[in-house]
C-alpha cells in the first residue's frame, strides 16, 4: 500500500530552527508537496519538490531524497504563527496525492 | 488567494437525509477534488473531476456522488447521511501546465456533522 509518515507532534521554542521529517512509500512519484494549515483554516501550499535536493523560500526550505524516500521541511527563525500542522504529500504515478496525516508543530515562547 | 468558496461553511443534519455541499471557483481551473479531514487521517480523496461532466471516484468514495455541470461549480451530495460522515470537507482546484499550475489550493471548508 501507499504510506506517508510524518511526527504526529513536535514542539520548539520562538526563534529557533526545526525540521519536520516526512518518509514515502508510493506507487510512482510526481513530486511531493508541503502545506501548512492553521487549526480550523485549509491548507495552503508551502513548497513543492520533484528533484534531489534543497530547495529555499525565505524562512522556511524543503529538501528531498528520492533515492530514500525521504524529505524534510526545516523552518527558520520561528515565530509564534508558524504555529500550525504541516502536511507532506506525494503524488503518485498516477498524479493523485497522497496525504500524510500532519504534524502539529507547538511554538513556545 | 485562489477564488475558491464553499457552501454551507457549517451544516448539521440528521442521519439519512441527503446533503449537498457547494464548491465555487473564479479561477477557470480544469481539475476540481473534494476531500474529507479526520483527525488522525491524511486529507482522503473522495471525488474529483477533470472536466465538465467528467467526475471519477477517490479512495473514499462509498456514499458520495458529485456533479460537474459548469467549469466553475462541484456539487458533493451525501446521499443519505450517516454518522461515519461527520467530517471537515475540503475542496480543492488545480490547473494544467506544470508545477505551480498542478499545485492544489484549497477552499475554507465545510464542517458537517450528522447526528
Known amino acids: 500500500g501507499q504510506n506517508i509518515d510524518q511526527p504526529t507532534e513536535m514542539t520548539a521554542t520562538e526563534g529557533a530552527i526545526v525540521q519536520i521529517n516526512c518518509t514515502y512509500q508510493t506507487s510512482g512519484f510526481n513530486g511531493l508537496f508541503w502545506y501548512q494549515q492553521h487549526a480550523g483554516e485549509a491548507p495552503t501550499f508551502l513548497s513543492y519538490?520533484?528533484l534531489d535536493g534543497l530547495e529555499e523560500k525565505g524562512r522556511f526550505s524543503s529538501f528531498l531524497s528520492r533515492s530514500k524516500g525521504y524529505s524534510y521541511l526545516l523552518l527558520k527563525e520561528l515565530q509564534m504563527k508558524d504555529s500550525a500542522s504541516y502536511l507532506c504529500a506525494v503524488k503518485d504515478s498516477n498524479y493523485q496525492l497522497i496525504w500524510g496525516a500532519g504534524t502539529k508543530l507547538i511554538i513556545k515562547p | 488567494d485562489a477564488g475558491i468558496t464553499q457552501s454551507p461553511r457549517h451544516k448539521v443534519t440528521e442521519t439519512g437525509t441527503p446533503v449537498t455541499l457547494r464548491c465555487h471557483q473564479t479561477e477557470n481551473h480544469r481539475y476540481m477534488y473534494w476531500y474529507r479531514q479526520d483527525p488522525g487521517h491524511g486529507l482522503r480523496l473522495i471525488h474529483y473531476s477533470y472536466g465538465v461532466k467528467d467526475t471519477d471516484k477517490g479512495e473514499v468514495s462509498d456514499g458520495y456522488s458529485v456533479s460537474r455541470s459548469k467549469t466553475e461549480d462541484f456539487l458533493l451530495t451525501l446521499e443519505s447521511a450517516t454518522s461515519s460522515q461527520t467530517s471537515v470537507y475540503f475542496c480543492?482546484?488545480?490547473?494544467?501546465?506544470?508545477?505551480?499550475?498542478?499545485?492544489?489550493?484549497f477552499g475554507p471548508g465545510t464542517r458537517l456533522l450528522v447526528l
Open positions: 519538490n520533484v
Open positions: 480543492a482546484i488545480s490547473d494544467d501546465g506544470g508545477p505551480l499550475q498542478e499545485t492544489q489550493y
